[in-house]
């Protein structure tokens, strides 16, 4: 095998592909990736050999075709730190590797592609297609939600749900549930699957925040996602996923609109007192056509008002402030309703119009 190609694009290639390489291995050969040379194009292909593998492909000036396992992290540090010129790669006997870029000339030891596992073939469903900037918003506004805790696997994943002509995402973890929906261009099948929140993080972190389509196909097990020349193939979770339409209460007796940003920096302020206590408690109190937030703590305390417009009761509730704060950072829309039922029941968070979202955030029992 030698090829020549940028450094700026094998930089990059191999960064795409590191992003299914875990730290947690179970192979030493996966602590490498694969490298193709064949018909003027470079084939790159990174994974876990459990949730996430991904493939990239880049054009090179392929001089002998041939491939090899290369170690990721040394050579990916190498290739970052190298000029932006043309690179020569060159595999010599018992898998040896020559760089050459300018003046730099440097050896590395690579591995039998053999050894490397066999990537498996996915038949995937008729693909669905949404633009990348909206796939990677709904991701973001949703999978800080997803559960960390592996006692319940099912909900370290997000339930991507394909109904009506919509794509909806759900995930939750006990203590919040967020949901985010958009209107898909054309009408598909209805399907539901269990995609792990690992593998949608770094899915979005590949996503380009232009209108060009992300490609998505669903097939027994696994699911693709086709981002042109980059694919990534993600095991689905298997299991049934909690019932969230349960969860959430369709009626309310006080509900609240008011400015997103006032209430995110007005708790943001309120948590600086409230990281000192347990559960990083903020107390809301809705009266009339206000909403003041405050928070006591050894360190001081914080009171604060927000003009609000009110329909229904005044009511007395307190949060985790991070909680309430993940569903701010992430809420686009210059105001919201809050919808409450008690102080016991969970706070849902709206859109004044529409149904792009939904976030549900459980309250802090307050005795006393």
Same mark, same amino acid.
């Given at each position: 095998? /030698? ?28 602590? $490498?990736?694969?490298? +193709?040379? /064949? #018909? ?11 949730? &996430? !593998?991904?493939?990239?492909?880049? %054009? ?22 190298? %000029?932006? @010129? *043309? ?19 440097? !050896?590395?030891? $690579? ?61 939750? *973890? $006990? ?8 209107? =898909?261009?054309?009408?598909? *099948? ?54 969230? /339409?349960?969860?959430? %209460? ?7 609109? =008011? ?22 408690? &903020? ?9 003041? &937030? ?9 009171? #604060?008002? &927000? ?13 985790? @402030? ?8 992430? !809420?686009?829309?210059? +105001? ?18 529409? #149904? ?13």
């Amino acid at each position: 095998m /030698k090829f020549k190609c940028g450094q700026k694009n094998l930089s990059s290639a191999i960064s795409t592909i590191q992003r299914a390489i875990s730290s947690r291995i179970t192979l030493p050969i996966l602590e $490498g990736f694969l490298i +193709e040379a /064949k #018909e003027n194009m470079l084939r790159l292909v990174g994974t876990d050999l459990d949730l &996430i !593998t991904i493939q990239t492909y880049i %054009p090179a000036e392929i001089i002998e075709e041939g491939s090899a396992v290369i170690p990721s992290r040394v050579f990916g540090d190498i290739i970052r730190k190298l %000029p932006e @010129a *043309d690179i020569t790669l060159e595999l010599q006997e018992r898998f040896q590797i020559d760089i050459k870029c300018q003046n730099t000339f440097i !050896t590395i030891q $690579g591995l039998d592609p053999d050894e490397y596992p066999e990537i498996e073939q996915v038949e995937g469903s008729k693909p669905i297609q949404i633009q990348q900037d909206i796939f990677k918003s709904m991701i973001q506004q949703s999978i800080f939600a997803v559960a960390s805790d592996e006692t319940r696997p099912i909900l370290t994943g997000a339930l991507v749900e394909i109904q009506n002509g919509s794509i909806s995402m759900i995930c939750l *973890d $006990g203590y919040r549930l967020a949901l985010r929906k958009e209107i =898909l261009p054309e009408v598909y *099948d209805n399907i539901s699957m269990i995609v792990p929140g690992k593998a949608l993080n770094e899915i979005s972190r590949i996503l380009t925040d232009d209108e060009t389509n992300v490609t998505i196909s669903v097939g027994g097990k696994h699911i693709i996602f086709d981002i042109g020349h980059t694919k990534i193939i993600s095991r689905l979770l298997e299991g049934e996923f909690v019932n969230y /339409k349960q969860i959430i %209460p369709q009626e309310y007796k006080t509900r609240v609109k =008011l400015d997103t940003l006032l209430l995110h920096q007005s708790i943001e302020r309120a948590s600086l007192m409230a990281q000192e206590l347990e559960n990083n408690l &903020i107390k809301l109190n809705v009266q009339d056509d206000r909403l003041t &937030i405050t928070s006591n703590s050894e360190i001081g305390k914080i009171y #604060e008002e &927000i003009p609000i417009v009110l329909e229904g009761k005044n009511i007395e509730i307190a949060f985790n @402030a991070r909680y309430m704060l993940d569903v701010l950072k992430v !809420t686009k829309d210059q +105001e919201i309703c809050l919808d409450f039922t008690s102080n016991v029941s969970p706070c849902i968070i709206r859109p004044i119009e529409g #149904e792009a979202f939904c976030y549900l955030v459980l309250p802090v029992r307050l005795y006393g």
